[in-house]
């Protein structure tokens, strides 16, 4: 059984690009949620993926989309990046109506 | 509105004592909480959950959480603390059932001494 996996690790973006963020889905899961990481800061939600659409959103501006594939893979665009968007962000899998959602390592993204 | 608390953002004890967080929430249904620990440049890993039941949970690693409804809280405890223990740890509350936004506390940064 594989875990969460994200890529890539690290990335350095200018301000006003777009990024594009990977997430693979533990086996057998379902629904992927996003989390936005502020350095010092608790994980803050963004969006919620189940059966490739999205299920719930926290406060993230438009600009913040993402997708979920049929394999239940998802990503997140940022589009038009901003100093702020600096931040780790995460990727967590679960079964839907199952409580305990299992999250990846993380993407560190640096905005210049 | 779901929102929690952690008293503390950062707690030093000494190797072999007695570890608490203190994590208190809101909620305005009967809440799952969590708690997640993560060391440095890493993901979170999940430590316990409360879902219902019995509200004293155990967790990996020696640690356990004692849900109390006439206080909103959840803390977290260890009898022991070891080396390895020194990490940041997040509670977290999720009152949305099979939809899952999970809102964290801001951490608290745990020191262990030798």
């Known amino acids: 059984e594989t875990g969460v996996t994200q890529s890539p690790t690290h990335l350095i973006k200018t301000r006003g690009q777009q990024v594009t963020l990977r997430c693979s889905s533990q086996?057998?899961?379902?629904?992927v949620s996003w989390y936005q990481q502020a350095l010092g800061q608790g994980p803050q939600f963004i969006f919620q993926?189940?059966?490739?659409?999205?299920?719930g959103r926290g406060n993230f501006p438009p600009r913040f989309s993402g997708l979920q594939f049929p394999n239940y893979s998802s990503e997140l665009n940022v589009n038009a990046l901003e100093l702020d968007d600096s931040a780790l962000y995460l990727c967590?899998?679960?079964?839907?109506?199952?409580?305990?959602?299992?999250f990846g390592q993380g993407t560190r993204l640096t905005v210049v | 509105a779901q929102s929690v608390t952690q008293l503390g953002s950062h707690v030093s004890v000494s190797e072999g004592a007695l570890v608490l967080l203190r994590c208190n929430y809101s909620?305005?249904?009967?809440?799952?909480l969590f708690w997640y620990v993560q060391y440095p440049n890493q993901g979170l890993q999940l430590l316990l959950k409360?879902?219902?039941?019995?509200?004293l949970v155990k967790g990996i690693n020696g640690f356990e959480a004692e849900f109390k409804k006439s206080e909103t809280s959840f803390h977290l405890t260890k009898p022991s603390a070891h080396m390895s223990d020194a990490a940041e740890y997040f509670c977290?509350?999720?009152?949305?059932?099979?939809?899952?936004?999970?809102?964290f506390g801001t951490g608290t940064k745990l020191q262990v001494i030798p």
């Open positions: 967590a899998s679960s079964l839907r109506g199952v409580s305990e959602a299992f």
């Open positions: 086996s057998g899961h379902n629904t």
């Open positions: 993926y189940y059966r490739e659409e999205e299920n």
């Open positions: 909620s305005s249904v009967p809440p799952y």
């Open positions: 409360y879902t219902t039941g019995a509200t």
């Open positions: 977290a509350v999720n009152d949305s059932g099979g939809y899952q936004k999970v809102t």
